[in-house]
């Protein structure tokens, strides 16, 4: 009898794989901005040491590709959007900071507005850490110090990024908001990346 969970499973990590030797087969010594604001160390055992990451489990891959679907939805919305508005847009675009190391995708830049955004998926927990009355964007700095890493290329490359926001998506009810992030965190980001360059030059990190 055919099991067509187990289809849909094994076409997941078929997408994984090919994500994976489309976007970071033979990159494997970059830095990923997706780690930024981390501990040092697990980029050192990830990118020196280069230790496997272990497997997930079929229910959260399915998670992994409700995300990578909410994302592609949206991407191709604001795409749409440009051509018919003739805007300039950057969409899920290769960036690389070689001074530090680092390499990765951003999900948006509409550049006619210097708007720079990253969409987040997110279950209902994180949701409420987020924004409910006890919540707090501190929760979700990491991603803040990500879209830095993604403010940080631009302003190498001479664009003036004037807004930073990310875009949450609620995987348990389809709320949605936007976070409007400092541009500060531009700054932020350049010194984690140069304090994870510099504890790298002497093995592993405190």
């Not at 302003?155 to 976070?179: C, H, P, Q, T």
Request: proline residues 2%; aromatic residues 14%; negative net charge.
């Amino acid at each position: 009898m055919i099991d067509l969970f187990e289809i849909y499973d094994n076409y997941i990590l078929d997408k994984r794989d090919e994500n994976y030797e489309k976007r970071y087969e033979g990159n494997d010594d970059w830095l990923h901005a997706s780690g930024a604001g981390m501990c040092v160390r697990k980029h050192y055992y990830a990118y020196v040491e280069k230790l496997p990451t272990p497997d997930k489990d079929s229910d959260t891959m399915r998670l992994f590709r409700l995300g990578d679907l909410v994302h592609t939805d949206m991407q191709k919305a604001l795409q749409l959007y440009a051509d018919e508005n003739n805007l300039e847009v950057y969409i899920e675009t290769e960036i690389t900071i070689p001074r530090l190391n680092v390499r990765s995708f951003i999900d948006a830049m509409i550049v006619e507005d210097g708007a720079l955004y990253d969409i987040k998926t997110c279950n209902d927990y994180k949701w409420q850490s987020l924004f409910s009355k006890h919540g707090s964007l501190d929760n979700a700095r990491n991603y803040m110090v990500q879209l830095g890493t993604y403010g940080l290329y631009f302003r190498d490359n001479g664009m003036d990024i004037k807004k930073m926001s990310l875009l949450f998506y609620n995987k348990n009810d389809s709320r949605v908001k936007e976070a409007k992030v400092s541009r500060t965190y531009i700054d932020t980001a350049e010194r984690y990346w140069k304090k994870v360059k510099e504890l790298f030059k002497d093995g592993l990190p405190p």
